[in-house]
């Protein structure tokens, strides 16, 4: 089944303790990103990757580091998590043929931040 | 820099009426796209239809239309024939070519619920 799997689905922890939150797809997407849903902002970028090796800036990438070592993989790295970090996090790919893909999400990751 | 706004924070719709979301944006760009994503409460992300700036005539999926307005920056979505299914998260959201290529800018959001 082709889709976008994030690890772990729901996690509490404590400030300062540094954490990773896995992103994987199986349909050989060129293209990644992270974004962080919190009420009444919407969805907003983190992070994003046009392709192996290559990673760019979102919108909020302040306290988040990425990297794109494989094609199906981008984690996101909390090196030391604050309470403002506590949101809603998802993971998307899509193919890079058209700039106006359709992004295929992952189930979303609960972050608590105390 | 890019930004969407959707106006409407709650929207309510009684079973087989018909409902339309708003959305406006604002871009100096001419290539671009625009997308409604619903998100249900299992708070999967899934698209409900696409449009494309060069495209004149308005995008359609079954129930789900657009009337998308360039010159005006809007970009609404109406539902017809709603139903129990269609209550949801619904967030519009832009995507350019050009350098802001795999820059995604998305919406407030609007909650939409259906009343049977």
């Known amino acids: 089944e082709a889709q976008v799997t994030q690890n772990p689905r729901y996690l509490i922890t404590v400030t300062g303790k540094k954490l990773t939150v896995t992103c994987s797809q199986n349909m050989n997407h060129e293209y990644m990103s992270w974004y962080r849903q919190d009420p009444g902002l919407g969805l907003r970028q983190i992070y994003y990757s046009m392709n192996v090796e290559v990673t760019d800036k979102g919108d909020v990438p302040e306290g988040y580091k990425v990297s794109r070592k494989e094609k199906r993989n981008f984690p996101l790295i909390l090196e030391s998590p604050s309470p403002n970090q506590t949101s809603l996090y998802f993971c998307a790919s899509s193919p890079r043929t058209e700039f106006g893909n359709e992004q295929f999400f992952g189930p979303g990751t609960r972050l608590t931040v105390l | 820099a890019q930004t969407v706004t959707q106006s409407q924070p709650e929207m309510s719709v009684q079973e087989a009426e018909t409902v339309t979301l708003s959305c406006t944006y604002d871009t100096s760009e001419s290539d671009y796209y625009l997308f409604w994503y619903k998100q249900p409460p299992s708070r999967q992300m899934i698209l409900v239809i696409r449009?494309?700036?060069?495209?004149?005539q308005n995008a359609t999926e079954n129930r789900f239309s657009v009337n998308f307005q360039k010159a005006a920056k809007s970009f609404s979505l109406k539902i017809s024939d709603s139903q129990l299914g269609d209550a949801a998260m619904y967030f519009c959201a832009y995507v350019a070519g050009g350098t802001s290529y795999g820059k995604l800018t998305f919406g407030q959001g609007t909650i939409l619920t259906v009343h049977p």
């Open positions: 449009q494309e700036a060069y495209k004149q």
